[in-house]
Each structure stands twice: as C-alpha cells, then as structure tokens.
C-alpha cells in the first residue's frame, strides 16, 4: 500500500541560472574499456542471455536508423521532444560522461550534448532514466541521487529534488495532474550487508517515491507525497529500474529484473497497490526492462517491453487494456537495450511515429511504428 508521508519541499532554484551544455557536437571521448566499466546490480548473472539460443518466437523489424556508436558515454534511455519548429529532438542519457546527447529524431546525427559531471544545478552524475513531458525533460541521476528538471528547448536547469528520500534511483513515469505533474521514481536501494543483493523482503516497501511538482513563486518545487511497494513474496520488486503508468487503465507496470526469482513485469494500481498479476513471467526468457505505452483513439493501443539479450533485444507487445500478448519483434542489430520511449506524434519521416530504443549502451535506435505494426498486424493506432 501507499505510506502518505509529511510533504517536503525541494530548493527552488534561481531563474537565471545556466546549464552548462555545448551548443556544438562535443569532440569524441576516448573510449573507455568496457570491462572496466561498473556492473549494474541487475548484470550480476553467470552467462549473459542470448537471442540466438533462446526460443522466443518474433518478427523482424528493420531500424530506421540506428545513431553512430559512441561507447564512452554508456548510453542508458532516451526520449524525444517536438521543437516549435517541428523539429523531433531524440534525449539521451549518457551514464559514463554524465551528460545528455541530443540527436535529430528523424536522422539520428547528433546535434549537441549537455551538462556534465557534477552536483551542481545543471550538473549530473550517471544520468539514468529519463522523461520529457510538454516543455520539460526530467532525468534521474544516480550517483546524485536526485531528480533534475530541464526546460526546453534551452535546456535551461530549473532545480533538482530527492536527494534527501533517494538512495539509488534509476527509472521515472511522469504524468500530469491539473496545474502539476505526478513522478514516480524508482528507488534500487541494495542491501546494506551486500550492495550487489536486494534488501530483505520487508525493507522492500520504498521501492518507489511519489513526487508532485508544480510551479511555485520563482520557480518550481517538488514534494514527497508518498512511497509504496510490495513486501510480499509474490509482489515485491527485488531489481527496480523500469516503471511506466496507465491513467485511464489505473494501472502501473513495474519491471522485475531480478532474473533468480524469475524477471517479468508486475501489475500495480495507481496507488501503489500490487494487484496480483503478473505479466510475462512465460516470455521474458533474458530481462525485463524498459517500457512504453502507445495510446491509441477509442481507449485502446499497446503495451511494448522490452527483453534485454545481449545479441539482439525482442520487444514483447501487449494489448493496452486485457494485456493480451500481441507478439514480439527485433530489430536486425540492436540488442543490450535498457530504455526504450515511444513518440506517437506525425511527422514527415515518421507519419505514425516513432519507437526508439537504445543499442548496447552506445547508441540508439529508431523503429518506423509503420513497420512494427504490419510485422504484427496490429490495426491502425491513431493517437489520442
């Protein structure tokens, strides 16, 4: 259940301070050597998983395009935001650089970074999840331990919060509310004996942080309005990085990555309440991961999510409201894939929109929505 907690307030922060970004494409890091980079507690496994040995029946979807490989930056999620002139902005989070990428959605160049290493306002450390929602890019920062709000498309820092409730964040889901915005936050504290363990079953029931944001005089704030998670066998989230929610399904989909008690998503209402059901547990044969939801006229769409083997990633598809499973697919390369993020809005290149997901923590890739739904013969989804 829900544990409603005594509001606290984040910092507003000053107006006119600036983000400290490149306007220019930044010149190539020197690629770091993979095996000396840190483990997420969800890699800690004997054999990574493979496509090529799994028997997980899917389509094959040709990316779009896929961006130019940067490994130095250790991509981790993306989203995408429409600039006033139309423009589809594509946002990446780059853990090892701390920073953001910033690509043109419809080609994949890239255009910018911005921020840097730090913990001051505009500053990150390892850049994990991240949402845009209207004008606004949210991104959680791990080693912060904190979430900051950008506004575009000048990526102008308006403040950051959590620091204080947070202990190792990784995943969001924004939506709004009247005059403010409702963010969930995953919270993938381990247990203090063994930092590559989750904590006992009955220390489980923060996993998620509840935040409202809203304007105040002179800025923004944010308050705490609540944690939840399951502290059952059945319900509890061991490994928590992915988290995305269904307002007019009362519903929340909570990934489950922790591969020894079995990956796969759980169902949870809205108010954190874990409803019984899971999803998936005979399908995802590598790991659970990042999430999206296409919303489609009429109340119904779909559900993807993502199945991160490390030879190529198979995205499941799931009815919107049974959460029937519709099929799979995979892309012709990429694989490894941590965030995903779905923009259904129109454009030139992609007139039914555009799924995006990242490739081997070094890229992104774009999937023409056209091409995933005749793989899957999905009706036509016009977007709410």
Known sequence: MGNPVKPRLALLAIPFLLVACGGKPAAPAVDAPLQTREKEPDEHVEKDPLLSEAKVAHVVVPEAFITAATPAENVDSPASWRAADGRRWLIATAKDT????????GTGKQLRTVSGPGSALGQMQRPNGIAVIDDLALVVERDNRRVQVFQLPDFTPLLVFGAEDLKQPYGLWVRPQKDAYEVIVSDNYMSPQNEDAPPPLAE?????????????????????????????????????????????????????????????LREYGLDGTYRGRDLGADLFKAQAEGMALAQCAGGSGYWIATDQFKDRSVFHVFERKTLAYKGAFAGNKTAN??????????????????????????????????????ALSLPECRAE
């Open 98 to 105: 701390h920073r953001l990428v910033v690509y043109d959605g």
């Open 337 to 374: 894939t941590d965030g995903v993020w779905l923009d259904q809005s129109a454009d030139a290149r992609f007139p039914q929109g555009a799924f995006y997901a990242v490739d081997d923590d070094q890229a992104v890739a774009a999937f023409d929505w056209r091409d995933i739904a005749k």
């Open 204 to 264: 489980l029931g923060q996993r998620f942080k509840r935040y409202h944001l809203q304007r105040a005089e002179g800025g923004w704030k944010a308050t705490l309005a609540g944690t939840f998670g399951d502290t059952g066998e059945a319900g509890a989230i061991r490994i928590a990085e992915s988290v995305f929610g269904d307002a007019a399904n009362d519903r929340l989909l909570l990934a489950e990555e922790d591969v020894a008690v079995g990956t796969r």
